[in-house]
C-alpha cells in the first residue's frame, strides 16, 4: 500500500561526501587504557591530596617554632609544583598542536588512522577545521597560562621584628 521512500543523506539528495555518512568506530583497548589512565590519576592525586595535607600540618607546627625554615621547605614545594605544572603543560600544548595539525593535512576530525575512545561520527571540511583550530586555540591558552604561571613573583619571607627594648 505504502511504497517505502530511500532514506536522502542530505537536505539535497547526494550533496554530501561519502565520508560525512561514516563513523570511527571505538577501539576497547584505548578506552581501556584511558580508563586505567584515568582512574590511577584519581587514586594518585588522592593520595598526595592527603600527604600533602599532613604535610601542611607539619609546616604550619614548624612556623610557630621557625618560621624561615618553614618558608624554604614552602618554596621547596612550590618550585617542584610550578616544574611538574610546567611539564605536563607542554605535554599538552604538544598532544594539541599535534592533532590539531593531523587534522588539518587529513582534512577530516578524528584524522585518518586515529583511534577513539567512543564511536564517531568522521566531520570533513569546515567542520573538521573548525575542531583543528579550536585545538589550536587551546594549546596558545595553555601556553598563556603556562607563562603566566612562570612570571608570577616568588614570595619574599617577611622579617621578624625584634622589638628594641629601653635601655
Known amino acids: 500500500m505504502f511504497k517505502e521512500m530511500p532514506?536522502?543523506?542530505s537536505w539535497c539528495k547526494g550533496t554530501l561526501s561519502p565520508m560525512m555518512n561514516t563513523a570511527v568506530s571505538a577501539d576497547p583497548r584505548l578506552r581501556k587504557r584511558a580508563l586505567i589512565l584515568v582512574l590511577t590519576s584519581f587514586v594518585a592525586?588522592?593520595?598526595l591530596l592527603s600527604f600533602f595535607h599532613g604535610f601542611l600540618q607539619d609546616i604550619e607546627a614548624l612556623a610557630t617554632a621557625s618560621p624561615q625554615l618553614a618558608f624554604e621547605k614552602l618554596s621547596l614545594?612550590?618550585?617542584?609544583t610550578l616544574g611538574f605544572t610546567l611539564v605536563c603543560s607542554t605535554a599538552l600544548v604538544g598532544l594539541f598542536a599535534y592533532i590539531s595539525f593531523r587534522v588539518f593535512r587529513a582534512a577530516q576530525w578524528?584524522?585518518?588512522g586515529g583511534r577513539v575512545v567512543w564511536e564517531m561520527p568522521v566531520r570533513t571540511g569546515r567542520?573538521?577545521?573548525a575542531i583543528a583550530v579550536f585545538l589550536l586555540f587551546l594549546a596558545v591558552v595553555v601556553i598563556a597560562?603556562?607563562?603566566?604561571?612562570?612570571?608570577l613573583p616568588e614570595p619574599?619571607?617577611?622579617e621578624q621584628v625584634v622589638p628594641m627594648e629601653d635601655v
Open 45 to 47: 592525586g588522592a593520595l
Open 7 to 9: 532514506r536522502a543523506t
Open 110 to 112: 578524528p584524522s585518518l
Open 127 to 129: 567542520r573538521a577545521t
Open 77 to 80: 614545594i612550590r618550585n617542584a
Open 145 to 151: 597560562d603556562a607563562v603566566w604561571l612562570w612570571s
Open 156 to 158: 619574599v619571607p617577611q
